[in-house]
């Protein structure tokens, strides 16, 4: 229907175009701003679904790719393209950010600027997950930063700035450092009196050693990959860098938290599968038990740190730590045994988990977030302990609330037991302690989602504060809510509708890494000796 | 020898003397422009002309038309492809660079002028004595950066400080004004002292005050014996760190910067954003041209000089830029803080400097840079100054109309200013945010191609490495307290009995700030234009 060129450009900037109209409305007329940001993803929604179903499934390579010079100087170009690891999340992106836009209603100081960081915030997003060059990539993922630091300042609860700027803080710090491993791939890719690149495929093709004088040395793969997983865990969150996410989480509105769960984490899972791995599969390998175990701790950890908390949200956001964990184990389960590749097809299932695991927890999270804030936007409090009863009060609220925990909690049926099941049995094959740890996860995580559950919605009555604020559901809630609960169903119970997308191209990644490895740095390697620079 | 015998000796040379008396001349001109309108200026004062037309008009017109020659003789140089000229017997220097640095200040001056006409901060009084002032210290820097010999050198130094002086007390009226001015003249006094006694022993020693001459002799001179060892070594390299005092002042370096922040808060901040951009802008050009005379010669021990002067430059950048960063934390005015950041962008800007010397000494050996890698610490530069340029005159020109609603420049006083000038807020937003580094904002840019040629000259030395963690490091520090004013700006809550502050998009106070503002996101997506000009400028030292 839309040449590449456009289907892409429009993905990416309509938000940000969409923006600008709003500064010539009426700054009381809130309605006419609220309805003009939802139309505004609304369409991009649209468009991402176009890109969707013109995805074309045997392909494994980047699809609707297109290249624009945009500094020469530096052989910076403008490239927007799509595979299958991007895809499920481009739409994902479209749709969380169209229902946080609906959730947006609770939102009523200084509306107009609101609106406008917000559908910035998209245009970052969709940038991020969209380019195919390192430089266009960075460039997107810390125009991300301002609207999210200002969405969480000026809109957020009491400790709205400390967690403000920690957000800041941990993701410019790692931006630094992927600017600087940015640095060495560009230089390193360059002959020599050739140009050095950034662009994503031609990087990954180096690093993959195909056919190209110049090589990514073993240790210039480790010291890049350290920097740029550095990075990435702070997104993602991964255990020693997840600090600023329960403070950003809590204080953050409701619809920017639906953005920062549902979207954001995924750019560090993004981050990982896109950038780190393809380009230093030796780094990748050399840490790869490193990451399987950190992934497990993380689990366990983010487990044990929700069973505490008596702030809902906070719970939910140390819920996202203990999910995320998943991601990285599914990462990283790739397994060498006497220098070679063993069980290539459990790591690329693997992976397969984890990106599901994304879009699952994108989905759950999203909703947890948004059930979070439905009942504050009504009581004006998340004390868990002055909770009971709610289930009496909003039948109907309380029910798809119950299903989105379920779905969180990874009940079979529901999207969050695809991603958790096969990371797990991905990891059996790698580690089997590790996946019995990984797995005991799994009653730590029931453990405090139904005591939760217990403790909020079910109870003889509430009497906790504000017990009149207890309203009915509005037709808007609801429209938000069965969205998440249709899709958390369907993706448990159709998973494959999201694999069949995935897997050439995760396939194409995991022969490859797993090809270069064996051949560079494996046993072959002794075999050939080519000049590495 | 009276000055009509000059005259005559002057005029009756050989033809060929005469012609590059005519040409120097002209390629001079925007220099004698500037001159012409300080005497217009004062004459009209003299005959009360400036009761009919406003002084700003002058100099308005003036560093216009100096522009626009400056832009003919960059569109003449692109055509002739020659690659300098030297002025006057080899007193100055035209080429690519020179000329970039020329247009790139006579620009500046002009916006520097449309501002204070905008805040008014000369009043019409006045005006004469500031215009004069202004222009002359831009003659200053015009020669500073085109300087190709000892003797300009600090004579472009001088003319360029002295009027600045002058501008820094120029708030007659307030007690801190004359203060800073005076402790900017002791020191400036101090260090030109210092300067010029390196300059004399260098020029002794070499028996030469040319650039074009000074990296022969001191290859000449380090083959007796390089280091402290040898005496005359010794003097040179002495002479060297006494003229690195003096640039040292003048960039506002670590341990020399104590006059910039008081200078800075007593000074207006129209005069405090002229001098923060200006005269950086100049020194760094001299500077580079300086450092590359002195280290001209290719291979041999000089070599080994260009590293020395590299690393200690790099260590000189690391400690500038980490300690302004943290000095402009506790800072509650903003002119102040803006001083801080100020030193610590001088230290960025360094970085580049130090870059080329290191890559420079590595010519021939193993890790022998390419051309484009001996372009990029220049290129990348004359992007940081141009970009830098935008985003601190915005920031300052901010401050100035604030103050000139609410009479305060204490941070405390911008709390919540969002929700009555949304312009002004969302424009300092944009310049402190440029000023961090981030993109999509034309200061990532500047800061990206600096890294970029410390990281090449990781290759010649460890010691690169430690200056590209503290640019990064430093990165990270300084969004502490610029966001810090965007959330006083933004986030805080007005209190009630604040003035109010107006500013709407039409008014020309309004235009001028959407101007400067969006030059700053302007260069952050549309890098090629300006990125080919500093290559330009940049093959001038290849």
């Not at chain 1, 799509?82 to 947006?104: E, F, N, R, Y």
């Not at chain 1, 050693?209 to 865990?233: D, N």
């Not at chain 2, 670590?254 to 808060?265: N, R, T």
Request: proline share 4%; net charge neutral; with cysteine.
């Amino acid at each position: 229907m839309f040449s590449s060129e456009f289907l892409l450009s429009m993905i990416v900037f309509l938000p940000a175009l969409w923006a600008i109209p709003l500064i010539w409305f009426d700054g009381q007329n809130k309605e006419s701003m609220r309805y003009w940001t939802v139309l505004g993803t609304a369409l991009t929604f649209v468009l991402t679904l176009q890109l969707w179903y013109s995805f074309d499934l045997t392909q494994g390579g980047m699809q609707h790719l297109f290249r624009y010079e945009w500094i020469p100087t530096w052989n910076v170009n403008f490239s927007l393209g799509v595979d299958g690891i991007s895809l499920p999340l481009v739409v994902l992106t479209g749709l969380v950010t169209l229902l946080a836009a609906l959730a947006s209603w609770s939102i009523d100081k200084h509306v107009k600027g609101y609106m406008m960081l917000f559908l910035l915030l998209e245009t970052g997003m969709m940038g991020v997950f969209l380019s195919v060059d390192f430089f266009l990539f960075y460039v997107f993922w810390e125009v991300m930063l301002l609207p999210m630091y200002f969405l969480i300042g000026v809109w957020g609860g009491p400790r709205r700035e400390y967690a403000a700027i920690k957000f800041f803080l941990y993701t410019l710090a790692g931006g630094v450092l992927m600017l600087i491993a940015m640095l060495m791939f560009y230089f390193n890719s360059a002959g020599p009196n050739g140009e050095g690149t950034f662009d994503l495929i031609e990087l990954a093709n180096i690093a993959a050693g195909k056919g190209t004088a110049v090589r990514f040395s073993e240790s210039l793969q480790l010291a890049a990959f350290i920097m740029l997983f550095i990075g990435f865990a702070i997104k993602l969150p991964s255990f020693p860098f997840h600090t600023w996410l329960p403070d950003a989480h809590v204080e953050a509105p409701t619809p920017i938290s639906m953005i920062l769960a549902g979207v954001l984490l995924k750019m560090g899972g993004y981050g990982i599968i896109r950038i780190a791995m393809p380009l230093c599969p030796y780094g990748a390998q050399y840490a790869a038990y490193f990451l399987v175990a950190l992934g497990v701790f993380s689990i366990i950890y983010g487990a044990f740190a929700a069973m505490a908390q008596t702030d809902f949200k906070r719970l939910v956001a140390y819920s996202s730590v203990s999910h995320m964990g998943y991601v990285l184990l599914g990462l990283a389960v790739w397994k060498i045994t006497e220098g070679r590749t063993s069980g290539a097809d459990y790591w690329a299932m693997g992976i397969n988990a984890a990106m599901f695991q994304m879009i699952a927890h994108g989905i759950s999270s999203t909703g947890m977030f948004f059930m979070v804030g439905v009942l504050y936007d009504r009581v004006h409090h998340r004390d868990l302990n002055k909770f009971g009863g709610i289930a009496q009060l909003m039948p109907e609220y309380s029910g798809l609330a119950a299903v989105i925990f379920f779905a969180g909690l990874g009940l079979p049926g529901l999207c969050g037991f695809v991603g958790e099941i096969f990371s797990v049995l991905s990891c059996w094959n790698f580690d089997p302690l590790l996946a019995i740890i990984a797995a005991s996860g799994v009653i730590l995580t029931a453990g405090y989602i139904l005591w939760t559950m217990q403790r909020v919605y079910l109870g003889p009555e509430y009497k906790g504060p504000h017990p009149e604020g207890i309203t009915p559901f509005t037709a808007r809630e609801k429209t938000v809510a069965y969205t998440l609960v249709v899709l958390a169903v369907l993706l448990g119970v159709f998973p494959n509708y999201l694999f069949s997308r995935m897997d050439k191209s995760i396939g194409g990644l995991v022969q490859s890494m797993s090809h270069t490895y064996d051949t560079h740095h494996g046993a072959g390697a002794s075999m050939e000796t080519t000049q590495v620079r | 020898m009276d000055f009509k015998s000059l005259f005559v000796q002057f005029l009756s040379g050989s033809d060929t003397l005469q012609a590059a008396t005519g040409r120097s001349l002209w390629l001079f001109l925007p220099e004698l422009i500037l001159c012409g309108s300080i005497v217009l200026m004062l004459l009209a004062r003299l005959t009360s002309g400036d009761k009919l037309i406003p002084t700003h008009w002058f100099a308005l017109i003036g560093s216009l038309s100096a522009f626009v020659v400056v832009m003919f003789q960059f569109w003449q140089l692109g055509i002739n492809k020659e690659p300098y000229t030297v002025l006057f017997t080899g007193l100055a220097v035209h080429d690519m660079f020179s000329v970039f640095f020329r247009g790139f200040l006579l620009f500046f001056l002009v916006f520097v002028i449309a501002l204070t006409v905008l805040s008014g901060i000369p009043d019409q009084e006045d005006a004469p004595d500031f215009y004069t002032l202004l222009c002359g210290a831009v003659v200053g820097m015009l020669v500073m950066s085109s300087a190709n010999h000892l003797l300009m050198l600090f004579l472009g130094i001088e003319m360029a400080s002295v009027p600045s002086y002058a501008l820094t007390g120029f708030l007659k009226g307030r007690r801190q004004s004359s203060e800073a001015s005076l402790k900017f003249v002791v020191y400036g006094a101090g260090a030109a002292g210092v300067m010029l006694f390196g300059i004399s022993l260098l020029a002794g020693v070499t028996g030469t005050a040319e650039f074009g001459e000074l990296g022969t002799r001191m290859q000449a001179i380090f083959s007796l014996g390089f280091g402290a060892s040898h005496p005359v070594a010794r003097i040179v390299l002495l002479a060297m760190l006494l003229i690195a005092v003096g640039f040292a002042f003048k960039l506002s370096l670590v341990p020399f910067h104590f006059w910039c922040p008081d200078a800075f808060q007593g000074a207006s901040a129209e005069v405090a954003g002229f001098l923060s951009i200006a005269s950086k802008a100049a020194a760094f050009a001299l500077l580079l041209r300086f450092s590359l005379a002195v280290t001209s010669f290719q291979g041999g021990v000089i070599q080994g000089l260009s590293l020395m002067m590299g690393l200690g430059l790099g260590a000189l950048a690391v400690v500038t830029a980490t300690f302004g960063n943290l000095a402009a934390y506790s800072q509650t005015n903003a002119k102040r803080m803006l001083a801080y950041s100020t030193i610590a962008h001088a230290g960025y800007m360094l970085m580049a400097v130090s870059a080329l010397l290191v890559l420079r000494s590595a010519i021939g050996g193993a890790n022998s840079p390419t051309a484009e890698q001996m372009g990029r610490p220049v290129e990348g530069l004359l992007y940081y100054l141009a970009v830098y340029m935008f985003m601190n005159l915005g920031a300052f020109t901010i401050v100035a109309l604030i103050r000139n609603q609410t009479f305060s420049e204490e941070l405390d006083d911008y709390k919540g200013l969002v929700h009555q000038s949304p312009i002004l807020a969302v424009c300092m937003a944009i310049c402190l945010f440029s000023l961090v580094g981030l993109p999509p904002l034309g200061g990532f840019y500047g800061k990206f191609f600096i890294f970029a040629a410390v990281f090449d000259a990781t290759k010649v030395h460890w010691f690169m490495w430690v200056v590209l963690a503290a640019g990064g490091l430093n990165t990270v520090l300084s969004l502490f307290y610029y966001l810090r004013v965007a959330k006083i700006m933004c986030i805080d809550v007005r209190p009630a009995d604040a003035r109010q502050v107006t500013l709407t998009a039409g008014s020309p106070s309004g235009m001028y700030l959407m101007l400067v503002t969006g030059m700053v996101l302007y260069l952050g997506i549309f890098i090629n234009p300006l990125s080919r000009v500093a290559q330009h400028a940049a093959e001038a030292f290849l």
